[in-house]
Structure formats: structure tokens, C-alpha cells
């Protein structure tokens, strides 16, 4: 069974870091395009910041630029987002999504673009 398995939410004071880590089961995702995204309640699920398992491309959200950073492991069976300086704004449940055909460019950021989603991790940054 393929799955997607996000962990690593919490509860964080702004200015604070937290890791998420997105755990690929059930099938290689050694090609795969993966991907984070966020909803914040009322609001539409958003592209955070995604990564090529082979090579080295990634992409980010301009709000999160400098502030997150995407990851994987070696084994291609883990990726992670680094998330630090956190703001109220990042307030959120986070989701990791996946694509045996990885995403041209120009999709990556379109949530459309991936077939397999994790049942997401909220992430609460408190003010």
C-alpha cells in the first residue's frame, strides 16, 4: 500500500523551528516530484516548497524563501521541511504529496499535479 505519512507538528512560539518529516512507503518515489503543501482554515491549500528525488531542483513558496527548507534522505524514503523563523501566518495543516511523473516546472506549485497525499500535520505557531 502506497503511503504518505506526515509527522513532526506541533506547537511553537513565533520565532521558533520545527521539523516535519513525510515518511514514502508502499512503491520507490526514487523519480517522484514531492511536494508540501499547507491549509489554513477558510483558506485554499497552498504550495510550500517541493523537490526532485533525483537530481537537485527545488522549489519554494516566496513566503517561506529563506526561512524553509526541503530535504531528503539518502535512501529516497524520507523528506523533510526545515522550517524556522515561524510566523502566526504559517499556521496550517501540512501535507506531503507525491508523483511517480514528476511535475514539469510551470505545475510544480499546482496541487493538481500530484497523486498521493499524506493525511497532513498541523503546525500551530502562537504569537
Known amino acids: 500500500q502506497v503511503q504518505l505519512a506526515e509527522s513532526g507538528g506541533g506547537l511553537v512560539q513565533t520565532g521558533g523551528s520545527l521539523r516535519l518529516s513525510c515518511a514514502l512507503s508502499g512503491r520507490s518515489f526514487s523519480d517522484d516530484g514531492v511536494a508540501w503543501f499547507r491549509q489554513a482554515p477558510g483558506k485554499e491549500r497552498e504550495f510550500v516548497a517541493g523537490?526532485?528525488?533525483?537530481?537537485?531542483?527545488?522549489f519554494y513558496a516566496d513566503p517561506v524563501k529563506g526561512r524553509f527548507t526541503i530535504s531528503r534522505d539518502n535512501a529516497k524514503t524520507t523528506v523533510y521541511l526545515q522550517m524556522s523563523s515561524l510566523q502566526p501566518e504559517d499556521t496550517a495543516v501540512y501535507y506531503c504529496?507525491?508523483?511517480?511523473?514528476?511535475?514539469?516546472?510551470?505545475?510544480?506549485?499546482?496541487?493538481?499535479?500530484?497523486?498521493?497525499w499524506g493525511q497532513g500535520t498541523q503546525v500551530t505557531v502562537s504569537s
Open positions: 523537490l526532485r528525488m533525483r537530481g537537485d531542483n527545488k
Open positions: 504529496a507525491a508523483n511517480p511523473r514528476r511535475p514539469i516546472i510551470s505545475a510544480v506549485r499546482d496541487p493538481r499535479s500530484y497523486t498521493t
